[in-house]
T-cell receptor, first 109, second 115 residues
Framework: GQNIDQPTEMTATEGAIVQINCTYQ??????LFWYQQHAGEAPTFLSY??LDGLEEKGRFSSFLSRSKGYSYLLLKELQMKDSASYLC??????????WGAGTKLIIKP | IAGITQAPTSQILAAGRRMTLRCTQD?????MYWYRQDLGLGLRLIHY???????GKGEVPDGYSVSRANTDDFPLTLASAVPSQTSVYFC??????????????FGAGSRLTVL
């Protein structure tokens, strides 16, 4: 079966750095996505990786290793507004998105 | 403001009743999707449409139907609601179905409770 694993919840301190991991087992691979979802709101797109390596976008970076079935989202200089759930999703060989259950990130002052 | 509009925002429904969740986008995206989000589970695809006039079944289609009469509208109908359909429903759209990033834009969601 297809599976996306990410930690259920993480806690970090304002101003610090946090890494949210995602491992996947899917039928084929056509890209990996990270979305941010604040409580009670819609998911919004953060990043997209299709080749191995690091994609940097401001305070957020996303890494992909296709051989290991592994990605991480790195958030630097954490702000209180970064408190949200972070969703990992993989597009499979049928170009359908398989979603992880999300990681709830709690930022403490 | 360009985006996706969903209605209703929230609804409490008696089991056995028929319910239609509305979704309208103004971005002229070809593809549209309906997902449900339940605590502890990832987003699960109910139905999708790659272009106006076509629809397809997702991971959890049973008990739901959709139509895509035009580019902008993609309603989701529960013919006879059951308590297991209590969930938050998200409509989404994208301007490509395969190549490229194919980023999804989501509506604000419809919270449905079936009693």
């Amino acid at each position: 079966g297809q599976n996306i694993d990410q930690p259920t919840e993480m806690t970090a301190t304002e101003g610090a750095i946090v890494q949210i991991n995602c491992t996947y087992q899917t039928s084929g691979f056509n890209g990996l996505f990270w979305y941010q979802q604040h409580a009670g709101e819609a998911p919004t797109f953060l990043s997209y990786n299709v080749l191995d390596g690091l994609e940097e976008k401001g305070r957020f970076s996303s890494f992909l290793s296709r051989s290991k079935g592994y990605s991480y989202l790195l958030l630097k200089e954490l702000q209180m507004k970064d408190s949200a759930s972070y969703l990992c999703a993989v597009r499979d060989s049928n170009y359908q998105l398989i979603w992880g259950a999300g990681t709830k990130l709690i930022i403490k002052p | 403001i360009a985006g996706i509009t969903q209605a209703p925002t929230s609804q409490i429904l008696a089991a056995g009743r028929r319910m239609t969740l509305r979704c309208t986008q103004d971005m002229r995206h070809n593809a549209m999707y309906w997902y449900r989000q339940d605590l502890g589970l990832g987003l699960r695809l109910i139905h999708y449409s790659n272009t106006a006039g076509t629809t397809g079944k997702g991971e959890v289609p049973d008990g739901y139907s959709v139509s895509r009469a035009n580019t902008d509208d993609f309603p989701l109908t529960l013919a006879s609601a059951v308590p297991s359909q209590t969930s938050v429903y998200f409509c989404a759209s994208s301007d490509s179905t395969s190549s490229g990033a194919n980023v999804l834009t989501f509506g604000a969601g419809s919270r449905l409770t079936v009693l």
